[in-house]
């Protein structure tokens, strides 16, 4: 769905982007996660064709979304962590601008207004100006404008700050309703609780690099990765390579004994997972999905990248 390849971006003496390189499957929501400065916003904004990588290249299935980014503008939608809305217009008058802007033709925009008004909740509203909502009220009109013209992809740079706690479980239903719908989302924040309700892959990056991909939860798009989790009674050096060579395995990330990993399939391909491991001799001495929640994840994850 999207693929980014070897994307490098430079800021005068400071590199933000390091040859950065991953593939998301449609249908997910990626948690964006990482330190302050390690280029969450710059891959964002390069994802979405705001701004141009010195090296690289992003693909929107087919598309070169950097060779034809009005064509990618069709199928994309981006909100940035400072949004903004025209205070004086009512919630309906927003958002027929914003359809008319992305070009939803004439006989559609009643509809496209009235339908994305109930999709985020808003429909109520209509009347209402934007300057008299509340924040967590603004925060999904932003949304509403930013996919009125029916995206496959939306990417939102910290879209819960500022938001009190019943706000921010709102806006997870919202997310994973739009999933449900078919959209593709990635979505970076701080708030790593928030992203665990309703994120099925975690994306890591620090100091313009990615370090982590993985799956967090399975997902409707064919196979269904579940993540696990194994542990060896004594390191064992094959396991990695192993792993890595077995269909349907994915993400394999090796901590001395702990290894996490994506394993397709329901129970009986799990089952005959573990017994190839033990056939070729393995100290398994655990076996499960893993658990943990994404800040513990995140928090390992960090804790093993040196600090540039």
Not at 74 to 93: E, I, N, S, W
Not at 130 to 148: C, D, E, N, P, V
Not at 200 to 216: C, F, K
Request: net charge negative.
């Amino acid at each position: 769905m999207i693929q980014a390849e070897h994307l490098i971006f430079d800021y005068p003496g400071h590199r933000a982007l390091d040859d950065v390189s991953f593939a998301i499957a449609p249908q997910t929501i990626t948690a964006l996660v990482g330190p302050n400065g390690a280029g969450k916003t710059t891959l964002l904004r390069c994802l979405v064709a705001l701004d141009r990588p010195g090296a690289g290249r992003v693909m929107l299935d087919e598309l070169d979304v950097h060779e034809a980014p009005r064509e990618a503008h069709k199928r994309m939608a981006f909100l940035p962590d400072f949004f903004g809305v025209y205070d004086d217009l009512t919630v309906r008058q927003c958002l027929g601008y914003r359809a008319r802007a992305h070009g939803v033709p004439r006989e559609r925009r009643r509809a496209a207004v009235e339908g994305t008004a109930e999709r985020l909740g808003i429909a109520d509203r209509m009347k209402d100006y934007a300057g008299t909502l509340s924040r967590g009220l603004k925060q999904r009109l932003a949304i509403a404008q930013a996919i009125i013209h029916e995206p496959r992809v939306a990417l939102l740079d910290e879209p819960a700050a500022g938001l009190d706690p019943e706000a921010r479980y709102s806006l997870a239903a919202v997310f994973r309703e739009l999933r449900a719908d078919g959209m593709t989302l990635i979505v970076s924040s701080h708030i790593l609780a928030e992203l665990e309700d309703y994120s099925t892959h975690l994306l890591a990056i620090r100091d313009g690099r990615i370090v982590d991909l993985r799956a967090l939860q399975a997902t409707d798009t064919g196979e269904t990765p579940t993540p696990m989790q194994l542990r060896l009674a004594t390191p064992d050096p094959r396991i990695g390579p192993l792993l890595a060579s077995i269909t349907g395995v994915s993400d394999v990330v090796v901590d001395t004994q702990l290894v996490h990993f994506s394993a397709a399939g329901g129970a009986q391909a799990h089952h005959a997972l573990l017994k190839r491991l033990i056939d070729e001799g393995l100290p398994v001495a655990e076996f499960a999905p893993a658990q943990g929640s994404l800040q513990d994840s995140y928090l390992a994850l960090m804790r093993k990248q040196p600090v540039s």
